[in-house]
């Protein structure tokens, strides 16, 4: 049995790996996410039947059944307000010597998305620095934090391997007005911005259109850099 943390994407892809004879569950703390994932289980024939969405926080959740073979996390496992304790429960769900895998960002130097997007925002309103390791996609940029949570937690062997490409901002196929748009609807700057006033947000938009344009690429959508932390550790 495999536990994802639900976009609908992973747990499906999870589901087909598993074949007819396994078990996915799907969970995330957002009702609109897991709504989503079951619309879109529906449209994939393949073992879809075996995917199983639920609406918890990871942090806390107990769940019924036997313990889980794998747990995977694509960039939903560095928003735990205590992720020391969260790690603690999530140990709990897995079966001793079963497997977690997480994808997680590398610190913002490495990831020019955000790094080009923040600078837009910051031309235009005041951004404080956040805590590096306040709950939010960066939290986990530490490689040694992160060990040490693992470790607390129970884990161990933590093997962590980087992965470099681009992404396309606002998924594939995006032109930079839906990347734009994405962005800001999606991202803690679109709602600063939005505190400053309908002009500012006006201007800061028009401004990742322009940057967007530049890094739009025809049948890919709008392209930027990455790096990402894969990590993988036993119960």
């Given at each position: 049995m495999i536990w994802g943390v639900a976009g609908g994407l992973t747990s499906l892809a999870a589901a087909r790996a598993t074949g007819p004879d396994g078990a996915v569950l799907g969970l995330d703390i957002s009702p609109d996410l897991i709504d989503a994932a079951r619309r879109r289980a529906k449209g994939h024939a393949p073992n879809h039947s075996g995917v199983t969405f639920v609406c918890a926080d990871a942090a806390t959740v107990a769940l019924d059944g036997e313990p889980y073979?794998?747990?995977?996390?694509?960039?939903?496992?560095?928003?735990?307000?205590?992720?020391?304790?969260?790690?603690?429960?999530?140990?709990?769900?897995?079966?001793?010597?079963?497997?977690?895998?997480?994808?997680?960002?590398?610190?913002?130097r490495d990831n020019p998305?955000?790094?080009?997007?923040?600078?837009?925002?910051?031309?235009?309103?005041?951004?404080?620095?956040?805590?590096?390791?306040?709950?939010?996609?960066?939290?986990?940029?530490?490689?040694?934090?992160?060990?040490?949570?693992?470790?607390?937690?129970?884990?161990?062997s933590p093997d962590i391997e980087p992965y470099q490409g681009e992404q396309p901002i606002g998924g594939p196929g995006a032109s930079p007005d839906e990347a734009a748009d994405f962005a800001l609807a999606s991202m803690a700057i679109g709602r600063a911005l939005a505190?400053?006033?309908?002009?500012?947000?006006?201007r800061a938009r028009a401004d990742l259109v322009s940057l967007f344009g530049q890094r739009h690429v025809p049948g890919k959508g709008v392209m930027m850099a990455n790096k990402v932390w894969l990590l993988t550790a036993k119960a």
């Open positions: 073979d794998r747990l995977i996390s694509r960039f939903g496992s560095m928003f735990f307000a205590d992720p020391y304790a969260a790690f603690t429960n999530l140990h709990g769900l897995i079966r001793p010597g079963g497997r977690i895998d997480l994808a997680i960002w590398a610190a913002p998305w955000m790094m080009e997007l923040m600078g837009v925002a910051r031309s235009h309103i005041d951004i404080p620095s956040p805590d590096p390791r306040a709950p939010g996609p960066f939290a986990f940029s530490d490689l040694d934090y992160v060990r040490d949570i693992l470790a607390r937690a129970g884990f161990s505190e400053a006033g309908d002009d500012v947000l006006a």
